[in-house]
């Protein structure tokens, strides 16, 4: 098989990417990224020389470019995106660009390849927000109601996405997941900004008062199932994917996070609050583990120590993207 991977030089492109190159030997990987401030190449150095994976820097709102990269493809995991909620407040257009407008280039070249799957990877964030203590999840049929410019974006590109099933009949799946953390996850967001500034003995900023409540996936998890998606998923479907079963606000992720790391509470520090944040996201996963047979493979904090791990164990990787040292490697790399 081959695959079409956007956004791979990503978080969680880059973790997808070198999950299937592990699992699926047989398959070839062309992974499509304008490698923005968010992309970063170093993520799959172990794959340089690797017959089976292609790197081409291109855009996904120009058509003649992705045209050319889907030749040959049978599968598209579509990761690409604009994804900080903070950036989308202070420059929303970029967010519309790629998100939406770029999501359409795809499904267009799809339809014309005749791709035998487009699967869409998608946020929790498109169902708007939930009352604290409330015992209400998303799931599957829950109304979109984005508060954000970057939650708006994505529920327009789901809303394309579903529209290209319906109205040509591409086979599409579509996973909206809760907030991911792992491996090479850009230090701007929550879980590795705080194990970074801890090891850098700064302080870690919480917004508000800290009791916004998320569900958190390993981004491995998240890895297996787009995969059981890809493998036994139906078309036109969409599959919600977290990994919790009780609410934990930011607070508590964080005072996890500092006792994990033998600190005490004092390193952290509560700043001005996010404009429209949402109170409570929780997440309803029961369809793709009873239909596809998913579940996270640890709990939480299992995975939680295993990322502080990481994180200590290559400094050189976050040092390089903390001080946009990362940015001067494809130049390097690829002239
Ligand atoms: N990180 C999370 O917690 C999370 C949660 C739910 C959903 N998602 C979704 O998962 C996907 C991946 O998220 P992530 O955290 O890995 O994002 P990321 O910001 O780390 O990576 C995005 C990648 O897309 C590339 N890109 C951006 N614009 C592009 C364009 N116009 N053309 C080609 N490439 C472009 C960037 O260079 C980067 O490599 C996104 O669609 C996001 O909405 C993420």
Redesign the pocket.
Known sequence: MKLLI?????????NFILYWMNHHPDDSIVN?????Y???LENLKTLEGNSRYTFVK????DGSCVDRAMDGVDTIV???????VDRSITEPAPFV???II?TQVLLNAAVKHKVKRFHH?????VFGSLELHSKEKFNEQTRYDPRSP?AAS?AGSDHLVHAYFVTYGLPVTITN?????GPY??PE?FIPLAITNIIEGKKVPVYGDGLYVRDW?YVEDHCRAIELVLQSGKAGETYCVGGLSDDISNIGVIKKITHMMGKDESVIEFVKDRPGHDRRYAIDWSKIRRELGWKPEYDFDSWLEKTIVWYKENKAWWKHVKTGEYQTYYKQQYG
């Open positions: 956007t956004g791979g030089a990503g978080f969680i492109g880059a499509f990224d304008k490698l923005t968010a992309g970063n291109g855009d996904i709102t579509h990761f690409a995106a604009e994804s900080h660009t790629t998100n770029g990877v998608s946020t929790d964030e970057y994505k997941c809760s907030n991911n953390f996850q850009f967001k996936l």
